[in-house]
């Protein structure tokens, strides 16, 4: 599990009661489901979700949390149902009280995750005035005035969003819960000293026997140093991650890719290690084992750890085995295994066939159909997936694969010769996100064709900058 996670879900269930619970009702499940997310066990999680929604199948703020989990394991077909029906369950709590304010934000929050981004800031604004009005009547109202604080949040309206937090924490100063997410907050604004305090203030009121909400806040912590480019305290924060939960394989994968930013690959293999004795069913660390492997050259190695990945992968997860068997045929090919690599990206371009033969209106599937292609030199064909994956994207998905689509949409053209072309589609990633050192990289090597040598070099530089490597 990524350590951003941490904070995500600060932020999720900053609307929601926590209560001692008891087996079988609708907050242990809610609680298992939280425990299984920080261990990186987002199936499990799921699946405690069901299990909340057969005790209550009407509320709709399980629905948003299982559709983020299925989100998050690429389950994205499922995840627009459960957003869909979140959606249907909120729309008729309004129906019953259009002031209700968390049910307008609430709205707003499923119109987001859904990609309709303009019905979804009217929903906040809807927020915002339904909680002004009802702090008409009682200003220190503290659920309310954190419902105020969210849809500023999401409005961009920042500056205000930290004032309300503050009124939330004066009402109850040793409400660590609020003091974590004015953190939070101060993260996003890039006040990572200030977000700190604030996360240790939040550590220093829970309760040290509730290991569950220390090892949230440790994790959140960790993330604040990790933006703030302190990635040993990132990484101590994680040794008391896994001080406090010892079975923490999660903590032990993140330590692992923090590691490997620091150039420590021994250490962030036994990291990787460490994670996959706790949990050895865990296909995704065999995955990056696998490919800290092949970055240290011990290439068999690395072919072993992506067979035991390919092994554990559910057939139903196509997508990821598209994604681990384009990763595997790049091992291949580094070894001088040029047929096995061409069959390992023959088996990734298939499982993204299979895909799209039920749903050909899956960005992230087209994507890896067009690196598939692009890896087996039918580069036509690659262009017209990526094209379809850019299409598909921008009209209905809540898929992160825009940017890449148009870098592999440049990779194709450039491979064809069409280095002018290349150079807009690089161009437009950049535009959608400017981090991605990949739209870079490809942006030099189409102006280096093109004889614009200055601009090539300054678009390398970037790339290095945000972290490209040769493969």
């Not at 290439?299 to 997508?319: G, K, M, R, V």
């Amino acid at each position: 599990m990524n350590a951003r996670f941490a904070v995500a879900l600060l932020a999720v269930s900053m609307l929601c009661f926590t209560a001692l619970a008891q087996e079988n009702t609708t907050d242990y499940w809610m609680k298992k489901a939280t425990e299984f997310r920080y261990k990186g066990s987002f199936e499990e999680s799921a699946q405690a979700y069901d299990k909340a929604l057969q005790i209550d199948p009407g509320n709709a703020s399980i629905w948003v949390k299982k559709a983020l989990d299925l989100s998050t394991i690429d389950r994205e077909n499922e995840s627009i149902k459960a957003y869909e029906t979140a959606l249907q369950l909120t729309e008729e709590t309004l129906n019953n009280n259009p002031k209700d304010a968390r049910a307008w934000h609430r709205k707003g929050q499923i119109l987001s995750n859904l990609g309709q981004e303009e019905e979804a800031l009217q929903a906040y604004e809807k927020a915002l005035a339904t909680s002004d009005q009802a702090l008409e009547k009682d200003p220190k109202n503290a659920s309310v005035l954190r419902v105020k604080a969210e849809a500023l949040v999401n409005l961009g309206r920042w500056d205000e969003s930290l004032q309300t937090q503050e009124k939330v924490i004066e009402i109850n100063p040793r409400n660590y819960d609020a003091i974590g997410r004015k953190g939070e907050l101060l993260e996003m604004m890039g006040r990572f000293n200030e977000s700190l305090q604030a996360f240790n203030q939040a550590i220093e009121l829970i309760p040290a026997n509730d290991t569950l909400e220390l090892v949230v806040y440790w994790s959140a912590k960790s993330e604040v140093l990790q933006s703030a480019d302190r990635l040993d305290e990132a990484i101590a924060a994680l040794d008391k991650v896994t001080e406090l939960d010892p079975q923490n394989a999660a903590a032990w994968r993140i330590k692992g890719f923090l590691l490997v930013e620091l150039d420590r690959n021994n250490d962030s293999l036994a990291a990787f290690e460490e994670s996959i004795r706790l949990d050895p069913s865990d296909d995704h660390t065999w995955s990056v084992k696998a490919g800290l492997l092949s970055r240290m050259k011990r290439y068999n190695e690395s072919l072993q750890a992506f067979d035991q990945a390919i092994e554990l992968i559910p057939e139903s997860y196509t997508l990821k085995l598209a994604e681990t068997w384009l990763l595997k045929g790049d091992v291949l090919n580094k070894t001088g295994s040029h047929e096995e690599a061409l069959q390992a990206y023959q088996k990734s371009l298939d499982n993204a066939d299979k895909i799209l033969q039920n749903d050909s209106n899956n960005s992230a599937a087209w994507s890896q159909k067009g690196r598939a292609l692009l890896k087996l030199a039918r580069y036509d064909d690659a262009l017209q997936a990526y094209e379809l994956a850019i299409r598909t994207t921008a009209s209905t998905s809540i898929s992160l694969h825009f940017p890449d689509a148009w870098i592999g949409k440049g990779d194709a053209l450039r491979a064809m010769g069409r280095n002018e072309e290349a150079l807009q589609a690089y161009d437009k990633a950049i535009e959608v996100n400017p981090i991605f050192g990949d739209a870079w990289r490809g942006r030099g090597e189409a102006l280096k064709a093109l004889g614009k040598v200055y601009d090539a070099s300054m678009s390398f530089y970037m790339a290095q900058k945000l972290g490209y490597e040769e493969e």
